[in-house]
């Protein structure tokens, strides 16, 4: 993660002289999913990764309300008795 997040900054900073980390998330967030071998262009605006992901990627979009169900039920440990 530190490894792409100075890659983030530095392709953030040469891109419009944004300094990292603010305004980062997606540039980071892309730099990731490139290192997984998912093939994004380098993006430096969380709308439109996320409209690259839905129209282009075909990635389903999920509720807040489903992760928040999943977190309390789906992971053990995660409530905290």
């Known amino acids: 993660l530190d490894d792409a997040q100075a890659r983030a900054a530095r392709d953030l900073l040469a891109y419009d002289g ?5 305004d980062g998330c997606a540039i980071t967030l892309s730099v ?4 997984a071998g998912i093939d994004v262009p380098l ?3 969380a709308i439109e990764l996320g409209e690259y ?3 282009i990627r075909k ?6 309300s489903f992760i928040y169900r999943f977190t309390l039920y789906a ?5 905290k008795s």
């Open 53 to 55: 992901l839905k129209n």
């Open 32 to 35: 990731l999913l490139r290192d």
């Open 59 to 64: 990635w389903e979009v999920i509720s807040a």
């Open 75 to 79: 992971i053990p440990g995660f409530i």
């Open 18 to 22: 944004e300094v990292y980390p603010q």
């Open 43 to 45: 993006t430096y605006q």
